[in-house]
């Protein structure tokens, strides 16, 4: 299973999904209308590491961040 979490102000608890690669997940994602709209904006680390490359293949224990664009001062 891996385990997508979602930071900052997306505000969902994580969730454990069954995927091979960020493609599969990302389409699970794209399902759910009030996650779908940060990921356009959101980076995508993978255990801690900043990824770009959605084919990237994931292992059971993985850790998914989605991490949604934040301002601060």
Same mark, same amino acid.
């Given at each position: 299973?891996?385990? @997508?979490?979602?930071?900052?102000?997306?505000?969902? *608890?994580?969730?454990? &999904?069954? !995927?091979?690669?960020? =493609?599969?997940?990302?389409?699970?994602?794209?399902?759910?209308?009030?996650?779908?709209?940060? %990921?356009? #904006? #959101? !980076? &995508?680390? &993978?255990?801690?590491?900043?990824?770009? *490359? %959605? *084919?990237? &293949?994931?292992?059971?224990?993985? =850790?998914?961040?989605?991490?949604?664009? @934040?301002?601060?001062?």
């Amino acid at each position: 299973m891996i385990k @997508v979490e979602f930071l900052g102000p997306i505000g969902k *608890d994580p969730i454990y &999904v069954e !995927a091979s690669t960020l =493609r599969e997940i990302a389409s699970k994602l794209n399902d759910d209308e009030s996650i779908a709209q940060w %990921l356009s #904006s #959101s !980076a &995508v680390a &993978v255990n801690d590491r900043l990824v770009k *490359d %959605l *084919d990237i &293949v994931l292992n059971d224990g993985d =850790r998914v961040s989605i991490l949604p664009p @934040v301002c601060g001062g």
